[in-house]
T-cell receptor, first 111, second 113 residues
Framework: RKEVEQDPGPFNVPEGATVAFNCTYS??????FFWYRQDCRKEPKLLMS???SGNEDGRFTAQLNRASQYISLLIRDSKLSDSATYLC????????????FGGGTRLMVKP | NAGVTQTPKFQVLKTGQSMTLQCAQD?????MYWYRQDPGMGLRLIYY???????DKGEVPNGYNVSRLNKREFSLRLESAAPSQTSVYFC????????????FGPGTRLTVT
């Protein structure tokens, strides 16, 4: 079983739609959680961290559910430029140098 | 300020050939990493260097060696390439070994035939 699992998609949504992705992690010692964004044939870049109380950054909202071991990313008012692959990332324990990546969820926003 | 740079961008090797992937960062970061990315697998850590002079194995180190040449440069060597090493290789760096934000280079697309 993979440590971090994501639905690969693709999620095809129209501009302006709200879309949500979930990610599940298997190791209960996971301490830190993030979403990275990766454009087609480009490198990953940090999108946002995920805090226990949930956090928002503009149109993006991240939530953590430790009891069920999943994190979520909600994107409101989708833009064409949001089309990308979203990578769920977990740090297990105190291994700050060991990021564990999910396989990514592909989002395609259509006009 | 170029961030993290990698060379080459593309490479085709025959089975058994060797090559070195180069990575350099100009952000004065202490830690550097090598990942491979395969379809549906996510990024997997090959080796990392928490600081100059140290290197450690990651999740998938077999078939690879690394050298932390100085604070800026971290190279990855394939001594005898195999088709299973066909992948996209990313180098990354971060400010400290506890810093979660890693900055990635543009990647090297390697095909082994």
């Amino acid at each position: 079983r993979k440590e971090v699992e994501q639905d690969p998609g693709p999620f095809n949504v129209p501009e302006g739609a709200t879309v949500a992705f979930n990610c599940t992690y298997s190791n209960s010692a996971s301490q830190s959680f993030f979403w990275y964004r990766q454009d087609c044939r480009k490198e990953p870049k940090l999108l946002m961290s995920v805090y226990s109380s949930g956090n928002e950054d503009g149109r993006f909202t991240a939530q953590l559910n430790r009891a069920s071991q999943y994190i979520s990313l909600l994107i409101r008012d989708s833009k064409l430029s949001d089309s990308a692959t979203y990578l769920c990332v977990v740090i297990i324990g105190n291994a700050g140098n060991m990021l564990t990546f999910g396989g990514g969820t592909r989002l395609m926003v259509k006009p | 300020n170029a961030g993290v740079t990698q060379t080459p961008k593309f490479q085709v090797l025959k089975t058994g050939q060797s090559m070195t992937l180069q990575c350099a960062q100009d952000m004065n970061h202490n830690s550097m990493y090598w990942y491979r990315q395969d379809p549906g697998m996510g990024l997997r850590l090959i080796y990392y260097s928490a600081s100059e002079g140290t290197t450690d194995k990651g999740e998938v180190p077999n078939g690879y060696n690394v050298s932390r040449l100085n604070k800026r440069e971290f190279s990855l060597r394939l001594e005898s390439a195999a088709p299973s090493q066909t992948s996209v290789y990313f180098c990354a760096s971060s400010g400290t070994s506890d810093s979660y934000e890693q900055y990635f280079g543009p990647g090297t697309r390697l095909t082994v035939t």
